[in-house]
């Protein structure tokens, strides 16, 4: 599977998410309790979606596109800036005037995100990558996908030598505390699983 298929099935699950988190709004028990299961799944999307953008995307950007750094530099600053909100929408509480703001910045800016890379990016990968380069990382992001961190960790570097090394315990203390709270199976279905 190609890089640019294997990050757009993530990006449709998120942008179905965020639909459904702009619908469910409500502060009865029932939207509160959906609301929070939206949110355990966008936390758990975004967290290994990022993380694997960070290990395998950018630097791909960086080393083929032209300007790739100004483009990679721009999107991670983007994802750092989400990774906070996330970890803001984690720490609730749901309905919460700090909750809602968070919610209300994360939306659009996640939107704003998606669309810069897919707009802005992905044409120049498609021009300057061939399609077997585009098959080998893709094939490298779906198997980091399975190890990939659930958690925002908006304080981690993104750098990916240290997202290989440091991402990879941090995500295994994710699965840990997935275990406990089953957290896990709030896992978005893709192509890869
Ligand atoms: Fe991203
Ligand atoms: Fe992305």
Not at 70 to 91: M, S, T
Not at 161 to 168: D, L, P
Request: glycine share 6%; proline share 7%; charged share 25%.
């Amino acid at each position: 599977m190609d890089v640019l298929t294997v990050l757009l099935a993530d990006h449709n699950v998120v942008l179905r998410i965020l639909r459904s988190l702009e619908r469910g709004r409500g502060l009865g028990e029932t939207e509160q309790s959906a609301q929070a299961e939206l949110v355990t799944s966008l936390v758990v999307a975004e967290s290994g979606h990022e993380a694997v953008e960070e290990q395998y995307f950018w630097p791909l950007v960086r080393k083929m596109v032209p300007d790739g750094d100004v483009l990679a530099d721009h999107a991670i600053d983007q994802e750092k800036a989400g990774k906070y909100l996330l970890q803001r929408l984690e720490n609730g509480p749901i309905g919460s005037p700090e909750f809602e703001e968070a919610l209300a910045t994360f939306i659009p800016a996640a939107r704003e995100h998606i669309n810069f890379e897919q707009t802005r990016v992905w044409p120049l990968l498609r021009e300057f990558c061939s399609t077997q380069q585009l098959e080998a990382v893709g094939e490298k992001m779906v198997a980091a996908k399975r190890l990939a961190p659930t958690r925002p960790h908006p304080k981690a570097p993104a750098h990916p030598a240290v997202q290989k090394a440091g991402g990879m315990t941090v995500a295994v203390l994710d699965r840990v505390r997935d275990l406990v709270t089953v957290r896990r199976n709030r896992q978005p279905s893709g192509p890869w699983i």
